[in-house]
């Protein structure tokens, strides 16, 4: 039987792998994130499994290779929380591709809804018995812009929902997907021509900070920006001074820049310091979810099943079809992979 470090645990994470998990599989619960300081918790398991903030830098992964591990299960679809360099020719990283990409685009959505018709403030207006309508007032969606950045899975599950909704569409990717039934368009003129800016790419060295504050100054007066990517795409205090000075009129987000401190914990006893995200989290206009677009009952159960299955075809010398690194997530090192002829990247 393989014994499975699964790091961050929560409630949620115990409850779907314990009812994916076969017998092949003994799951160690692990309530800490895995980093340096705690990758020796996975001593005497065979594989380590961890998710989109633990920090799986060069110290954690030596430390999981210093104790045999072979493996390590990201069970979320992003790895630029791991060292990918770090962990080629020693340690597998597989991930989940996909788990579904209609929760985070229906997230989006949710998070535009709300903000737009201001259904957070007339939620606590009506709690207090205030009826009053002043201040809620949104715009129609129909016929408005929206322009995604981004157009792979999650993307294009958010262009539909739009559509759905009689907005027009732009849409902006450096590999864009042939026959598309949207436009395509620079990225500049994307800024200038959207109501709605929803997010939907990989945090990358030319994705970080794409909306900072060059990027503001072109939007269109009064856009909304809606993020459920990753938190370093935006520029947070560019953000802020845009939504002072009412360039953007409100901000969606599920992520946020340093949001490994403090995202998926009850800080409400402690508070937190971070004057960026004390600001934003105190603006009417700004909407925070702590990133969960992904939390729907169908999302994690996929997720469960595909980590297992990464795991039973790592254990079984099976090709990986999910495996990562750092060459053959290069597009430019794509053909130095070795994953082609060893049906694995080493
Ligand atoms: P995907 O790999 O299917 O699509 C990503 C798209 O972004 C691709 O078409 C790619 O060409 C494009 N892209 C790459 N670099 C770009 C750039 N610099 N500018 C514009 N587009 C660029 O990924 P998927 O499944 O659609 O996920 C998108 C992102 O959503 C993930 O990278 C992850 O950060 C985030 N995510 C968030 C979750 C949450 O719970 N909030 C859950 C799952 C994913």
Redesign the pocket.
Known sequence: MKKIALFDAKPYDRFYFDRAARESYKLKYIESKLTAETAVLAKGCDAACAF?NDVIDAQAIDTLCALGIKILAMR???Y?NVDIHSAYGRLTVVRV???S?Y??AE?AMALLLCLNRKVHKAYNRTRDFNFSLSGLTGVDLHGKTAGV?????????FIDICRGMGMNLLA??????ENADFMYVP?TDLLTRSDVISL?????E??YH?LNREAFSKMKKGAIIIN???GQLIDSQALLDALENETVRGAGL??YEEEADFFFEDKSDTGVRDNTLALLVSRPNVILTS?????TEE?LTNIAQTTLENLDCFFSGDWLPNEVCYRCSDAKDKENCRKKQLERCF
Request: hydrophobic share 35%.
């Open positions: 989109v979320c679809a992003g630029s591709p996909a788990y990409p929760a985070v997230h950045i981004g157009t792979g899975k999650i993307g294009r599950a902006y990717d450096p590999y864009p997907i990225l939907h790419c990989p945090l990358t030319q994705s794409i459920t990517s990753r599920d992520v990133h969960q677009a992904f939390l999302a």
